[in-house]
């Protein structure tokens, strides 16, 4: 199926590995220009060369940190009018509620909600006005289904999901549509950074480990940042713009709910 998103332009943010590459990746393949943006360099650039020669079309690395004022300024120089924005940033730190300080709240707030809302803020009224945009935010299947462990992030990724749905209620009617995809068990260096650091504390061989947690998913594997890649670029297509407001999970069918 041809998405037809060819030529058109896209941010990804946290766009050097894992899901943020995945996603670069599936709209390369679908033509589209892209401005990549993470804050190492030299992984950066390395993926951007990747994606430039294997797809062909112009892509924009931005070294930044996208949860600053600074970092989002100079990634909306590079792409001033873009018709896809996916936001996307690095999960805050696991631990227990009591032992959070106010602090990391506001970081995690910072990081996972209004970093995204303001890009939004941004890039939305211009992509009414030009009657084409795909706002993909990805954010976590804790969203639906909370981790105790990681309370930072159920809490901000949630206010976000909050914060946009009336929004994309409203900026339909200009073809421009605001979803949140959900990512459950995907294999990426962050979950193995994270299982590793399991299996350590439980006294497991990693592999082990790993294979045994992955094993009680009704998929009984982990995701593909292929996989999560090609759903994301879906939702960016001129075929899904009666798809809006909506939170769809790409977990391997972990999600207990019905709805």
Request: charged share 20%; proline share 5%; with cysteine.
């Amino acid at each position: 199926m041809d998405f037809g998103i060819r030529g058109r332009k896209a941010i990804v943010c946290a766009a050097s590995k894992g899901l943020g590459r995945g996603t670069a990746e599936a709209l390369a393949g679908e033509g589209v220009d892209l401005v990549l943006c993470a804050r190492g360099k030299d992984v950066l650039e390395a993926t951007a060369e990747v994606i430039r020669r294997e797809s062909g079309v112009p892509v924009t690395a931005i070294a930044c940190d996208i949860t600053t004022e600074a970092g989002r300024a100079a990634v909306l120089a590079a792409c001033p009018a873009p018709d896809i924005l996916i936001t996307n940033a690095g999960g805050p730190p696991p631990g227990t509620f009591n032992g959070f300080e106010l602090e990391d709240w506001r970081k995690a707030v910072e990081s996972n909600m209004l970093t995204p809302i303001a890009l939004i803020k941004a890039v939305v009224v211009g992509m009414q006005a030009r009657g084409f945009g795909r706002i993909v935010n990805i954010t976590s299947s804790s969203v639906k289904n909370p981790i105790a462990s990681l309370e930072l992030s159920n809490g901000a990724r949630a206010g976000l999901t909050g914060a946009v749905a009336a929004l994309s209620r409203q900026t339909v009617r200009r073809n421009v549509t605001i979803n949140n995809l959900l990512p459950g068990w995907h294999d990426t260096d962050r979950i193995r950074g994270s299982m590793a650091g399991r299996a350590k504390a439980a006294g497991v061989p990693f592999e082990e480990y790993i294979g045994k947690a992955v094993a009680q998913t009704p998929a009984g594997r982990m995701g593909t940042i292929a996989e999560f890649g090609a759903t994301a670029a879906f939702l960016c297509s001129a075929q899904a713009g009666y798809i809006t407001g909506q939170n769809i999970l790409a977990d391997g069918g972990e999600y207990p709910g019905t709805l």
